[in-house]
């Protein structure tokens, strides 16, 4: 009986044992899985900081050159040969072409086609289309902010979910708090289970 008792005794121990190993194996898993998840999604949330960081810097860039060459312009004649860079991309390249209407065209042929603009509108148009290069980069790099914004929100998403998977397992000590109670109903069940057996 002494016999049987001892090996009782030394198998709940070894049991006990095992689920505390177990909890402690588990608890260390876990907060592994989410430092490798945390250090992940701070390198993204870095990454795209940085990227948002280097447009910035290339924005301040673009948008100080673009008031330096607004700057510069001051009369008509200055604004007629600066337009042209400041237009968009055309098929054929655009002029500004003073009209001279002394030399007679050969019969049959059209004037050029002329773009004419006064010359006190010369300055203002001018601005209003660097200012609406200003507004097209400052659109594309607030794209790519709110991109970027996307990405560090899902990141900062899956931290919070690996924080919760961990948080609702439990600490270390929830775990052996939980293995213990289902040691201590085991044996309870094992106890009454071999006293009716032993009646």
Same mark, same amino acid.
């Given at each position: 009986? +002494? $016999? +049987? ?6 198998? =709940? ?13 588990? =608890? @260390?898993?876990? /907060? ?6 945390? =250090? ?10 940085? %990227? &948002? +960081? ?8 673009? *948008? ?6 607004? %700057? =510069? ?9 600066? $337009? ?7 098929? *054929? ?7 001279? $209407? /002394?030399?007679? *065209? ?26 609406? %290069? ?6 594309? /790099? ?6 970027? &914004? +996307?990405?560090?929100? /899902? !990141? $900062?998403?899956? &931290?919070?979910?690996? !924080? ?10 929830? @775990?052996?708090? @939980? ?11 094992? !106890? ?8």
């Amino acid at each position: 009986m +002494k $016999l +049987k008792l001892d090996i009782i005794v030394f198998a =709940a121990a070894l049991l006990a044992v095992a689920l505390l190993a177990d909890a402690w194996r588990s =608890a @260390r898993h876990d /907060s592994q899985q989410l430092a490798a998840t945390l =250090a992940a999604q701070n390198a993204v949330i870095q990454q795209a900081s940085d %990227r &948002e +960081k280097q447009r910035d810097s290339q924005l301040t860039t673009a *948008l100080a050159t673009i008031q330096t060459q607004k %700057r =510069a312009v001051h009369t008509p004649q200055q604004a007629a040969r600066q $337009l042209a860079s400041v237009l968009p991309p055309l098929p *054929l390249p655009v002029s500004i072409h003073d009209p001279t $209407l /002394s030399t007679p *065209l050969p019969p049959g042929e059209a004037p050029p086609t002329s773009i004419s603009v006064p010359q006190p509108d010369l300055v203002p148009l001018y601005d209003d289309l660097q200012d609406c %290069r200003a507004n097209a980069i400052q659109n594309d /790099s607030l794209k790519k902010d709110l991109s970027d &914004e +996307k990405k560090r929100s /899902s !990141a $900062l998403l899956q &931290e919070r979910d690996a !924080a919760i998977v961990v948080a609702h397992d439990g600490t270390f000590l929830v @775990r052996l708090k @939980r293995a213990a109670k289902w040691f201590a109903i085991g044996v309870a069940t094992g !106890a009454t289970v071999a006293a009716v057996a032993h009646r």
